[in-house]
C-alpha cells in the first residue's frame, strides 16, 4: 500500500489505535461523540432508535463549524445518535471541501467502501471463475480458520480489495495536491473498525477492535504534533480521543462531557501520550444477533467479560454469513472437521478471559486459570468491575426496557440508575465465583421483587449451565409463570440450553412479547437453541404482531427467515 506508506513516512503510524467497537455504526458514535456508547445508549447496532446526546453536548464537526470551519462528510454516517441541522455543511456522496469560501479552514470526512464486508459477499464459483491479482497459494490462514481454498481465495480477494483501497486514496491525495491544499492540511487514516475476515468485524478480539492509525502533518504544523515525521507511537489511542484531538489541532476547547483526550494538538508531549495503554471497548448486538462483551486492555494483557458466555461467536447473523467463508466454516464445524483452535468459534466460551496478545494476538489461549496470573486477573476484573459501574453502562439494563424508559435522555436514565445497574453488575458477577460460593445468593435473587435482578440471576444460571441443575424446579417455575417476559425468556434459555427441555416454551413467550425489541430477543435465544442443539421450531401457527413484519430487514423479520429456513 505504497500511498499509506507515503503518509507514514511524513506522519506518525500509531501502532495501538482502537475504535473501541467491533462494528460501524457503534465505532462511528463513539468517534462522532467522543463517547463511551454504553454510557449514551448508543452500542446498539442497528439502532432500533435513535438516541439523544446529553443535553449541551453535540457531535464535534459542529463545534469546528461554530469556530469558522466548513465541515463535510462522504458519505457515510451510520450514528446511532440523533444528528442535528448543524453539524455538517454538506453530508452526501457529493460533499466535498472545495465548496467553502475563499480560504476558509476545513474539515471533511473521504469514507472509501471498496474493503467493506459486503465487498467479500461473493458466490462459491468466484473461486474458479474470478482470478485474484494475489495468489491464494501464497495466503496462510490464521490458526483459528481452516487452511481451505475458500479462505485463501477469500484472503486473497481482501488483499485485492486493500491494494484497490490505497489507488483510490492515493488518487484523492493527488486531488488535495492539485488543489494545492496538501500542505496546509493533516491527514487521518484509519478503519472504522478492525478487519472483515471471519470471526473479526462483530467480535470483540483485537482483530475486531484493533484499527490502522496514520496521522500525516505537514511541515508548516508539526509544533501541533508531539512526535517527529516518521515516527511510530505506541501510545493508546481510542475512537473517543479523535473528536477531542481535532478540536485540540483546531484549537477549540473540547467539551468536558466528553470521555475522551486528545493525543496531538497543542500542550499535548509525547511522554504522556506514550504512557497511555489502557483500553476499554464494547460488543452488544448487532443486526439480530445479540450478545453482552465487555474487555480491557492494559499493556499486552487483555481481560475479556462475557457477559452472556453460553452464546456462541458463530451464532447466526444473516448478513455476516452471505460470505461464503463464514459458511463452510460452520460447515466444516458441523462435520468435525475443524482442531481445538478453529472450533473455538463455535462452543461456549468461558465467563472471563485472560490473554497475552504478544504472546498470543489471536486470543486463543486463556490464561485465566493460571495461578501466575492471579493477581493480574484480579486487578483488571476490578477495573473492568469499577468502569461498568461508573459510566453507568447501560446494557445492563435489557435493551427492551431501555427503549422503552430512557431513549430520551440515555445519560441522565443511567445515573437515576446508577445504583440498580451496580447491583446488577454484582448480580452478574456470581458467574465469576465457584457455583457453591453463588448458590445461595442466586437462589434469593431469584425470588427477588424485581424482575431485572431475577433476569440477571437467570443469566447467570445459564453461565454455569449444568452446575446449576439444584435450582431447576425453581427455575422452571420462573420460565411458566413469572410475570415479567424478559425473565421468563431466560429461564426458558437455561432450561432448553443446558438440560434440553422442550422450545416450546419460548413459542409461548414470543406470543406475548410487548414490543418488536423484546421478541427480537427471544428470537435470538430460539437461534442460539437451534445452532447449538439442531433444534427446528414449528412455526406454522406462529402468532406475532404483524406490524413487526413489514420490514423484511427488520431483526425480527431476519430471525424468522432464518428460523424457517427461507435464506
Known amino acids: 500500500m505504497p500511498n499509506i506508506e507515503a503518509l507514514a513516512e511524513n506522519g506518525v503510524v500509531f501502532n495501538h489505535a482502537f475504535s473501541q467497537a467491533p462494528v460501524c455504526s457503534v465505532a462511528r458514535s463513539t468517534l462522532i461523540s467522543g463517547c463511551n456508547a454504553p454510557r449514551i445508549g448508543a452500542q446498539y447496532h442497528r439502532r432500533t432508535e435513535l ?54 479552514p476545513f474539515f471533511h470526512v473521504q469514507n472509501f467502501h471498496v474493503t467493506h464486508e459486503g465487498q467479500l459477499h461473493f458466490p462459491e464459483t468466484d473461486l474458479t471463475e474470478v482470478p485474484t491479482q494475489t495468489d491464494p497459494e501464497s495466503m496462510q490462514p490464521h490458526d483459528y480458520h481452516p487452511n481451505t481454498p475458500l479462505f485463501r481465495y477469500t484472503y486473497s480477494r481482501y488483499h485485492d480489495l486493500h491494494q484497490r483501497l490505497d489507488e483510490m486514496i492515493g488518487a484523492f491525495i493527488e486531488q488535495m495536491s492539485d488543489d494545492l491544499i496538501l500542505e496546509n492540511t493533516i491527514i487521518f487514516y484509519y478503519g472504522d473498525h478492525g478487519g472483515v475476515l471471519p470471526g473479526s468485524k462483530g467480535y470483540l478480539y483485537e482483530r475486531g477492535v484493533h484499527v490502522p492509525l496514520v496521522v500525516s502533518i505537514p511541515e508548516k504544523f508539526q509544533q501541533l504534533s508531539p ?56 460488543a452488544d448486538r448487532f443486526d439480530e444477533k445479540s450478545d453482552f462483551v465487555r474487555s480491557i486492555r492494559v499493556g499486552n494483557y487483555k481481560y475479556i467479560r462475557n457477559y452472556q ?9 444473516n448478513y455476516r454469513y452471505r460470505m461464503a467463508a463464514y459458511r463452510e466454516w460452520r460447515a466444516l464445524f458441523q462435520a468435525g472437521q475443524l482442531d481445538q483452535k478453529q472450533a473455538q468459534f463455535f462452543l461456549p466460551r468461558p465467563a472471563e478471559g485472560l490473554y497475552h496478545i504478544t504472546q498470543d494476538p489471536h486470543e486463543l489461549n486463556n490464561i485465566a486459570d493460571q495461578d501466575e496470573h492471579t493477581l493480574l486477573l484480579s486487578d483488571l476484573r476490578l477495573k473492568l468491575q469499577s468502569q461498568v459501574k461508573e459510566m453507568p453502562d447501560l446494557s445492563f439494563i435489557p435493551e427492551p426496557v431501555f427503549v422503552a424508559e430512557g431513549l430520551n435522555d440515555p445519560v441522565a436514565y443511567g445515573q437515576i440508575h446508577k445504583q440498580k445497574i451496580a447491583d446488577l453488575v454484582d448480580i452478574a458477577d456470581l458467574a465469576l465465583v465457584p457455583f457453591r460460593t453463588a448458590r445461595s445468593p442466586l437462589k434469593r435473587w431469584l425470588k427477588s421483587d424485581d424482575a431485572l435482578k431475577r433476569y440477571w440471576a437467570l443469566v447467570v444460571c445459564s453461565s454455569f449451565g449444568k452446575q446449576a441443575k439444584s435450582l431447576v424446579k425453581s427455575i422452571r ?91
Open 227 to 282: 512526535y517527529q515525521a516518521g515516527t511510530r507511537a505506541n501510545g493508546y489511542v481510542r475512537f473517543i480521543d479523535f473528536g477531542p484531538t481535532v478540536l485540540n489541532l483546531a484549537n477549540v476547547p473540547v467539551p468536558e462531557s466528553m470521555d475522551g483526550l486528545p493525543f496531538l494538538g497543542a500542550g499535548i508531549h509525547e511522554q504522556e501520550v506514550e504512557a497511555r495503554n489502557e483500553v476499554f471497548c464494547y
Open 51 to 104: 438516541v439523544s446526546l446529553p443535553d449541551g453536548q453535540k457531535m464535534f464537526p459542529e463545534y469546528l463549524r461554530e469556530a469558522g470551519y466548513y465541515c463535510t462528510n462522504n458519505s457515510k454516517e451510520d450514528y446511532n445518535i440523533v444528528k442535528g441541522d448543524d453539524v455538517w455543511d454538506e453530508s452526501s456522496k457529493d460533499a466535498t471541501y472545495r465548496n467553502r469560501r475563499l480560504g476558509q
Open 477 to 567: 417455575n420462573l420460565s411458566l409463570h413469572d410475570e415479567d417476559g424478559l425473565a421468563r425468556l431466560r429461564a426458558a434459555e437455561f432450561l432448553c440450553l443446558h438440560f434440553e427441555e422442550s422450545p416450546s416454551v419460548f413459542l409461548d413467550i414470543l406470543k406475548q412479547a410487548e414490543s418488536e425489541v423484546e421478541a427480537a430477543l427471544i428470537l435470538n435465544s430460539m437461534a442460539l437453541f437451534h445452532d447449538v442443539h439442531g433444534s427446528v421450531f414449528d412455526l406454522t401457527t406462529l402468532q406475532i404482531n404483524p406490524q413487526w413484519l413489514e420490514n423484511e430487514r427488520s431483526n425480527v423479520s431476519r430471525r424468522l427467515a432464518y428460523l424457517k429456513n427461507e435464506l
Open 309 to 317: 458466555p453460553f452464546t456462541i461467536d458463530g451464532l447466526q447473523n
